[in-house]
């Protein structure tokens, strides 16, 4: 079998993750706002047009924290933040002290859980929102793909915050984090475009 | 002084001609626009077709309006339905419904208005338009005609278009289906002359007596004299013969666009799927844009009813965030909340109403910033119309921020402009809506006490001492020892 035609078989399965894809590395990023992580990221940033999944033991650990640079800057280029059916009342006065224009900032009620992927992928397609925020408790390899998607055409950075891992992950970035005495642990389980796995702590 | 007059005014004869033409510029020109088919092209019947529409007289079902298929197989207005069907067998005869005639020429008027803005309903088949004062932006009579024609006919009705100084002579040419233009008064007369005597509004008692004088046409009335006549037949007839002639002042009412919308379709038959019944959805939503764009107007939102029988009928309501008229829009959001309610029984009728019509405000944008698509402010708000649509009026939420020292009340749910607390000291990102009591047990507390003390002035006065803290599990907390109550520690707010 040819080199060509093993890249083609590859290609044809979207069950393979392909790590050394760095060369074609296009999609824009924007600064995570810690030079030490950046360095880490693929592309030096978030990546726009993504999903990234944080697995996080429960909340109040600085999980917000780590994105909070991002957000604000993202609402400084005029683009929206969605809090898709955030578990705890999202606390303005702090998201404003955190340099967050509270203009941009979207907080939807989902009584169903089913509405919360649509109500993501509307959001992410729509290219104004620069940032979704969701606290699914199930969601599927299919329906995370389809979010992987709408962000790309809407070149925005999908936030989960998952229950438990799922199975074969088409997000672009998987990240856990820990508390420890010094900050927060944070693991890279997955990037797009890059095989690194890697540990830092931020001092958050 | 009579030289300055001159010089002014050059010539005698030129003063008389400036004397006329004023007189004729301002005297109104009406145009009649006729339906025939009013009746049947109101209950939507497919006029190539022989269809014919039936109405009670005197205890007796007649024809009253055919369509010209049926005409042409002999069926005539006023037979009996029986006799009809027996000269036409695929004849389908329906009653017929005053109150759509009336509808259906209400909207014809509304067309109307886009050529004069005088026009009138007083008779129950026709629209009277005065079109003196707009003639030159339109550039003539005859264009005006054609364009209010194209203009009918795309509305799916057929006018026969009658013009002349009196308003009830361009009806009587419009029924009489004679297509004339007569713009001058003097020129009236003469071209009503021919006309048969019969066509006047008048008993038929009058009308026989006049047959058996041996006048036929209106040229043998205009040659009697009027004193004669009216001592003869009555101050009826002259009336009649005056404001056909343009010599009696009418002053007819205009019509005025409704501020509201609403639009029925009736189904065919009872239809249960969504695609069947969708095409009239779409059409109707398509005529309240067409009705919005005409008055440059939005709408803040739209509710459909669809009737069932011996049911009551199903509501759906769109608010919109923003005024919204693009058909599509609410196409799209409506056949989302069908898809997702599904129908107690099937669909014999729709009816499309408006809430609030606002004026339209057209969308601001920086005359030199292109980093924005110039519409996406109006597709941001059509997504939020969608998310709105499908979670419920009060799913979304724009967090602001309050003057207040309490942290509960220094949130809001609308928007704020500005900062309302700058320097605070740093607040959790995730607030408990409730306060949670707390053992402060293993907890070690990171900050010293912010003493928040407000609220006296209400029933919500409070004496708390906040402090950061860190708990076993690595949570950073925001916890507060509440001094009115017993020195008791609650959890407050999580730091994200």
Redesign the interface.
């Known amino acids: 079998m040819s080199a060509n035609a093993l890249d083609q078989l590859l290609r044809s399965q979207t069950g393979v993750w392909r790590g050394l894809r760095s060369e074609h590395q296009n999609w824009p990023v924007i600064p995570s706002g810690f030079a030490e992580l950046d360095a880490l990221l693929p592309g030096g940033g978030w990546p726009l047009g993504g999903v990234l999944e944080i697995f996080s033991p429960c909340l109040g650990i600085g999980e917000l924290s780590l994105l909070l640079p991002a957000m604000s800057y993202i609402t400084q280029t005029k683009r929206w933040i969605a809090w898709i059916a955030p578990p705890q009342q999202a606390y303005a006065p702090a998201l404003a002290q955190a340099g967050i224009d509270l203009a941009y900032v979207l907080v939807v009620d989902c009584r169903q859980e089913a509405d919360i992927p649509w109500s993501l992928e509307k959001l992410l397609r729509s290219g104004r929102c620069g940032m979704t925020l969701a606290w699914p408790r199930r969601l599927s390899d299919h329906q995370i793909r389809r979010l992987q998607l709408a962000a790309e055409a809407g070149s925005a950075l999908a936030v989960l915050y998952p229950k438990q891992p799922s199975g074969a992950g088409y997000t672009a970035l998987r990240l856990e984090i820990k508390p420890v005495e010094t900050g927060l642990a944070l693991h890279i389980l997955k990037a797009r475009g890059s095989l690194q796995r890697a540990s830092l702590i931020l001092p958050l | 002084m009579a030289a300055t007059a001159r010089a002014l005014s050059p010539t005698p004869t030129d003063r008389v001609d400036t004397f006329v033409k004023p007189n004729a510029a301002t005297s109104p020109l009406w145009l009649c626009a006729y339906f025939p088919d009013l009746a049947l092209a109101a209950l939507h019947l497919d006029l190539d077709q022989a269809v014919a529409c039936s109405a009670h007289s005197k205890g007796q079902t007649r024809l009253y309006a055919v369509s010209e298929p049926a005409r042409q197989a002999g069926v005539e207005p006023g037979m009996a339905p029986a006799a009809a069907l027996a000269l036409c067998p695929g004849l389908s005869i329906r009653n017929r419904d005053p109150l759509a005639e009336r509808q259906a020429l209400q909207q014809l008027a509304e067309i109307a208005l886009d050529f004069s803005p005088w026009v009138s309903l007083d008779q129950p088949d026709c629209l009277l338009l005065e079109i003196r004062s707009c003639l030159t932006l339109f550039g003539g009579i005859e264009r005006l005609q054609d364009k209010l024609r194209t203009a009918l006919q795309t509305a799916r009705h057929h006018p026969l278009i009658a013009i002349s100084p009196s308003p009830t002579a361009s009806v009587l040419l419009a029924r009489l289906s004679l297509e004339t233009i007569v713009t001058d008064r003097q020129a009236l007369r003469s071209a009503l002359g021919p006309l048969p005597v019969a066509a006047l509004e008048l008993d038929d008692k009058i009308l026989h007596r006049l047959f058996r004088t041996g006048i036929r046409q209106l040229t043998d009335l205009w040659r009697l004299p009027r004193d004669g006549l009216a001592k003869r037949y009555g101050a009826v007839l002259l009336q009649q013969l005056d404001r056909l002639a343009g010599q009696q002042t009418q002053i007819l009412q205009a019509f005025h666009r409704p501020p509201s919308f609403q639009a029925s379709r009736e189904m065919p038959i009872e239809l249960e799927r969504i695609e069947h019944f969708f095409p009239a959805v779409e059409q109707l939503a398509g005529e309240f844009a067409a009705f919005l764009k005409s008055r440059d107007a939005t709408t803040l939102g739209i509710s459909l009813q669809l009737h069932h029988y011996d049911l009551p009928a199903t509501r759906l309501t769109l608010d919109f965030r923003a005024g919204s008229r693009d058909p599509k829009h609410w196409c799209g959001l409506l056949y989302e909340k069908l898809e997702r309610s599904p129908l107690p029984a099937p669909v014999l009728a729709l009816t499309l109403l408006s809430a609030a019509i606002i004026p339209f405000q057209p969308e601001r944008f920086s005359l030199f910033d292109d980093s ?1 698509q110039p519409n ?1 402010e109006t ?2 708000q059509a ?2 119309d ?2 709105q649509a ?3 009026h ?8 309050q003057a207040d020292h309490r ?1 509960e009340r ?4 609308t ?3 500005l ?1 309302a ?1 700058p320097g ?1 000291p ?8 409730n306060p949670a009591p707390l053992r402060l047990g293993d907890i070690c507390l990171l900050s010293a006490a912010e003493r928040i003390e407000s609220g006296w002035w209400d029933d919500q006065s409070m004496r708390r001492d906040y402090y950061i803290g860190k708990d076993a ?5 925001w916890v507060y020892r509440d001094l009115n109550a017993k020195q008791q520690w609650f959890l407050h ?4």
């Open positions: 924005e996406s597709e941001w997504v939020l969608q998310l499908r979670l419920g009060h799913a979304l939420k724009f967090p602001g921020t942290p220094a949130m809001t749910n928007p704020s402009l900062n607390n605070l740093l607040r959790p990102l995730w607030l408990l809506p599990h690595g949570r950073k907390l707010g999580l730091f994200g």
